[in-house]
């Protein structure tokens, strides 16, 4: 594959996209079969990656008939080999516009990922806000690309009939500008993100790998800029073209291909070195793991103190207070409506407002919900009020 036309690029504008298009499929399929299997229902963004690989396969077909027709060739040659000029560039015309959909389509598929992975409420702001500028703005851009002459059949027929077109020019750089634009905030729209979550640095490392796979659609757009001037200033449409629609096609599928491996994040840690997907203590407390705290005294006093065993709650007491641990067993008797505690004696110990999420079958799944969360833990989060009382 080159950025500039070359001989044999027709067999190349054929193959590729087969290729692609085959390991693409593989990986929503498989993609779809986990997500089924862990987590039992079909998110939002599993149905824009479906909808994407159907375009996908759709434009594979396109790009396969105009190689068929003579694209990738010089026109007189194209007449010598028994093709046809005009069903080639028709077949031209036709992937502009599945690209662009396609294109939107991937955006759409990783940013409502986003949605289901992280509950921050200012980062799901910005995502829907992504959304509907994302979506909108492709609906133009595909429907200015379907009318982007009058009559539509002078996209094809060029010269042969009467019209007008808009500048081809402008509107593929339009377009550059704005998929590229795009892309870079939404593959960093994570990372901040990732920075403040409070796991071992490994950890951080391996999920930022993950989502910063999305860089190589930033990768191959970049390359595919390099074709557009050529394509820009065409002067032999079938010829000149080629390259430019070969990378269209090629950016595509890695979008398709990148949605599906940060979705199948659990296979691809297989290859992640074991000691690094090992994971240290987090700073939540986990029950069921065993941990010893500290207690804090005023002035320069401190005291250790074992803290609760497997399955056991703790109030943290404040500035000098005395700590218990109580079993989750027995801490139960002693609650009280509106979450107010007290201990085995009866005595006031303060106000909780506890949180309880559970690991089992759903802490352990491919889940998108789970990617963040510890692994095989129940977490317990809790505003606690203490009050000193007078003995």
Not at 180 to 199: H, Y
């Amino acid at each position: 594959m080159s950025f500039t036309p070359y001989p044999g690029q027709e067999k190349d504008l054929r193959n590729v996209p087969i290729a692609l298009t085959s390991i693409a499929v593989v990986l929503v399929v498989a993609r779809l079969v986990t997500t089924y299997k862990n987590r039992g229902f079909f998110g939002t963004e599993d149905c824009f990656i479906v909808a994407s690989v159907i375009c996908l396969v759709v434009f594979c077909i396109i790009l396969v008939q105009a190689s068929r027709y003579g694209f990738g060739r010089h026109v007189k040659d194209i007449e010598a080999t028994g093709g046809s000029v005009i069903v080639a560039l028709k077949y031209y015309y036709m992937s502009q516009i599945f690209y662009k959909t396609n294109i939107t389509l991937n955006k759409l598929a990783f940013l409502f990922l986003y949605l289901r992975v992280f509950a921050i409420p200012l980062f799901r702001k910005i995502c829907l806000t992504m959304i509907y500028l994302i979506s909108a703005s492709g609906i133009a851009f595909v429907i200015l690309t379907i009318f982007q002459c009058t009559p539509i059949e002078k996209a094809w027929l060029k010269g042969a009939v009467a019209g007008t077109c808009v500048n081809l020019s402008w509107f593929r750089w339009t377009w550059t500008a704005f998929n590229l634009s795009t892309d870079l905030l939404i593959f960093t729209l994570p990372m901040p993100v990732i920075s403040r979550l409070q796991m071992t640095n490994p950890k951080k490392i391996g999920l930022a790998v993950v989502f910063t796979i999305g860089f190589f659609i930033c990768l191959t757009t970049g390359l595919r800029m390099k074709t557009i001037v050529r394509a820009a200033h065409a002067t032999e449409q079938t010829w000149d073209s080629c390259p430019a629609n070969l990378w269209s096609f090629i950016e595509v599928a890695v979008g398709v291909i990148c949605a599906c491996l940060i979705s199948l994040r659990k296979i691809l840690s297989i290859c992640w070195p074991d000691r690094l997907r090992k994971s240290k203590r987090s700073s939540y407390h986990h029950y069921g793991s065993g941990s010893h705290s500290q207690s804090r005294t005023r002035g320069s006093q401190s005291t250790k103190r074992k803290g609760p065993g497997a399955g056991s709650q703790k109030l943290d007491s404040d500035d000098g207070l005395e700590q218990r641990a109580y079993t989750l067993d027995s801490v139960s008797t002693f609650c009280r409506n509106n979450g107010t505690t007290y201990d085995p004696d009866g005595k006031f110990l303060g106000k909780s407002d506890v949180r309880v999420v559970g690991g089992g079958k759903d802490a352990d799944s491919e889940s998108q919900e789970c990617i963040i969360e510890p692994k095989r833990a129940i977490t317990v989060r809790r505003d606690v009020s203490v009050v000193r009382q007078s003995r």
